[in-house]
C-alpha cells in the first residue's frame, strides 16, 4: 500500500479491522469477531502443475519476524495479499477458510501476521 493511499474497507472484516485501528472497536472485541471470519491464507504452489494443491498438507506462507518469532502470513481478502505476494511467487495459490481453522492447524510458537505490507494489519504474538 502506498504512503499516502487511504485503506477502503472492502469487506465486513477491513471495517471491523479499521475500527479497532482508530479505537471505535476494543482489540477484544475485534479478536472476536476475527475468529469467526473468514480470511486468505496463501498457500505455496505445486511445482508440477501451478495454482493447484495436490498434497494433502497446505503449505502456508511463514515469515521470521525481526525477532526471529515465526509467523503464518493472513489477509482480509485475497485482493490484500497480492500486493505483498509479488515477492513470493511460489505462493500463488490460497484458501479462504475461518480464521480459527487457521489458528487450530499452526503449530505452536508461531504467530499470526494480518494483512502483513499492509498500512492496516495486525500481529499476533505466538502466546496470544
Sequence with gaps: MMENEVFIPKN????KLLAAWEGS????EFMH????????????????MPGVQR????QPLVLEAEDGVK????????????PFLKDF?????????EFKWVLEK????HGVALNPG???????????
Design 55 to 58: 498434497s494433502a498438507h497446505a
Design 12 to 15: 465486513e472484516l477491513e471495517k
Design 25 to 28: 472497536m476494543s482489540g477484544d
Design 106 to 109: 499452526m503449530g505452536a510458537g
Design 71 to 82: 509467523v503464518v502470513a493472513v489477509f482480509t481478502s485475497p485482493d490484500r495479499a497480492k
Design 118 to 128: 499492509c498500512e492496516v494489519g495486525f500481529d499476533m504474538e505466538p502466546e496470544m
Design 33 to 48: 469477531e476475527l475468529m469467526v471470519s473468514e480470511v486468505f491464507m496463501p498457500i505455496e504452489d505445486d511445482e508440477v
Design 89 to 97: 511467487p511460489q505462493y500463488g495459490g490460497g484458501l479462504l477458510t
